[in-house]
């Protein structure tokens, strides 16, 4: 099973989102421990840039990069999917 890790960022943007919503998107979180990679989508990124991953949850993205060796997730940021993907790229 993997462990989660949060960014200071992404601590940061889960307190700030509407309680109903934070506590849904960390649930949701904690509920793809056991295989994360079912559930998320790798990002298009530039050639040699870090891999990083995206996880739908409603009008919000979670970007996030894996540590397959480790079994660590690093959620990286949470956000409105427009917000999400002027920072970080994609359709949006």
């Not at 309680?19 to 298009?44: C, D, F, T, W």
């Not at 956000?79 to 993907?85: E, N, T």
Request: charged share 30%; net charge positive.
């Amino acid at each position: 099973m993997y462990t989660l890790h949060y960014s200071n960022h992404a601590k940061r943007a889960l307190k700030n989102l509407d309680h109903q919503v934070g506590k849904r998107i960390y649930q949701i979180l904690e509920s793809i421990k056991e295989n994360p990679r079912a559930h998320i989508e790798e990002m298009k990124r530039p050639k040699g840039a870090e891999i990083l991953y995206k996880y739908r949850i409603g009008e919000y993205r979670v970007i996030m990069s894996l540590y397959d060796n480790e079994l660590v997730v690093l959620v990286i940021d949470i956000g409105p999917r427009r917000i999400i993907y002027k920072k970080y790229g994609g359709k949006g």
